[in-house]
Structures are given as C-alpha cells and as structure tokens.
T-cell receptor, first 115, second 114 residues
Framework: AQKVTQAQTEISVVEKEDVTLDCVYE???????LFWYKQPPSGELVFLIR??????QNEISGRYSWNFQKSTSSFNFTITASQVVDSAVYFC????????????FGSGTQLTVLP | DADVTQTPRNRITKTGKRIMLECSQT?????MYWYRQDPGLGLRLIYY???????NKGEISDGYSVSRQAQAKFSLSLESAIPNQTALYFC?????????????FGQGTRLTVV
C-alpha cells in the first residue's frame, strides 16, 4: 500500500528565510508519480509540481526547488527567501502508475511566514 | 469559468438529512474523484470513477454514495448526514492517457452537519 508522511505539522519562519518541507513516501511500485500541492487560506488546491519515479533530477522554479531522492524515498520542497504569500498548507502526494491514479496525500504542513 | 466546478461551495445541514454535492468539469477527463479533507489528515479518497459505467469505492466510502450522470458530472451523496461528516470536500479529475498528469481540483465544498 502506498503511504506519504509529512512529519512537520507546522513550520513558522520569518520572511526571507529559506524553508524546507519534508516528504517521505512508501510504495511497492517501480513506476509512480509524486506531487506537491499548495492550499492557501482560501482553500483551493494549487498544483505545484509532478515528478515521475524515473526522473531524479532536481527541479527549480523561481524561489521553489524540489529534491527527489529515491534512495531515501524522499521528495522535499524548499522555498528560498520565503514571503508572506507563501503562507499555506502544503501537501505532498503519491500516485502509483498501476492504480486508478488516485492520489494518496500526506497530512500536510502548515507553513506560516511572518513579516 | 473554472475547469472543475463544485456546488454548493458551502452548506450547513442537519443530522439525518440527505444532501448531494455536485461536480462538473470541462477538462474532458474520463476519471473523476471525490476526496474529503479533515484537519491533520490530509485528503482521503471517498469514491472514484473511470467512466460513466465504472464506479469504485475509495478508502472511506461508508456513509456516502456517488452517481456519474455523464462524463462531465459526478455527484456525491450523503444519504443521512452525521456530524462527523463535517469536512471540506473536493472533486477532482484526471486524464487516463499515458503518464499520470496532475489531478485538477474543484474549489471545494465546505459541509457542516449540525
């Protein structure tokens, strides 16, 4: 069975600090997909990134970067120079290729960026 | 207009009442899902549908039923609502094509059962 663990329930940083959100996953499939979603206070889910299990290259998008390491089953998300607008709940999720493509979500990390 | 639309956005209902949450999409995706979000638990899958004739139970289907009226419409029903069904409900769609595209989510329905 697939499982996603986000051990950090809440993180609080001061604006301009860097912050890393951890995500550890479990799966028996060799082909799978990992995702990060952002949920701002307004409640909608905003897609941030998708990574497949064959692509371990790290990715950078502006102030966001992701570090995928199959050896440790981790897919961590770093925000550089955080801003108040980054305050949100962030979810890591896993989808196995052989499944119905449903997502298994972690419990989320509440990030608060203080001015 | 949003690609995935949920109605209503907010609803307060009484224990024992039947309630339906509706979802429609313009993505043209064949797969649709209903998730429930509770604080500290992330999102959990209630039901999913591959197409109009294919409905499947998810992790927490007890107390819920669904109907896929058309490829674009997927409704979630609570036959007899109870307070612990108070939650934020999300509908999502995805494409069955090769590779897992991201799921597209509706804006959520906040349901309160009193």
């Amino acid at each position: 069975a697939q499982k996603v663990t986000q051990a950090q329930t809440e993180i609080s940083v001061v604006e301009k600090e860097d912050v890393t959100l951890d995500c550890v996953y479990e799966t028996r499939d060799t082909t799978y997909y990992l995702f990060w979603y952002k949920q701002p206070p307004s409640g909608e889910l905003v897609f941030l990134i998708r990574r497949n299990s064959f692509d371990e290259q790290n990715e950078i998008s502006g102030r966001y970067s992701w570090n995928f390491q199959k050896s440790t089953s981790s897919f961590n998300f770093t925000i550089t120079a955080s801003q108040v607008v980054d305050s949100a709940v962030y979810f890591c999720a896993l989808s196995e290729a052989g499944s119905a493509r449903q997502l298994t979500f972690g419990s989320g990390t509440q990030l608060t960026v203080l001015p | 207009d949003a690609d995935v639309t949920q109605t209503p956005r907010n609803r307060i209902t009484k224990t024992g009442k039947r309630i339906m949450l509706e979802c429609s999409q313009t993505k043209g995706h064949d797969r649709m899902y209903w998730y429930r979000q509770d604080p500290g638990l992330g999102l959990r899958l209630i039901y999913y549908s591959f197409d109009v004739k294919d409905i499947n139970k998810g992790e927490i289907s007890d107390g819920y039923s669904v109907s896929r009226q058309a490829q674009a419409k997927f409704s979630l029903s609570l036959e007899s609502a109870i307070p612990n069904q108070t939650a934020l409900y999300f509908c999502a769609t995805s494409d069955s094509g090769q590779g897992a595209t991201e799921a597209f989510f509706g804006q959520g329905t906040r349901l309160t059962v009193v």
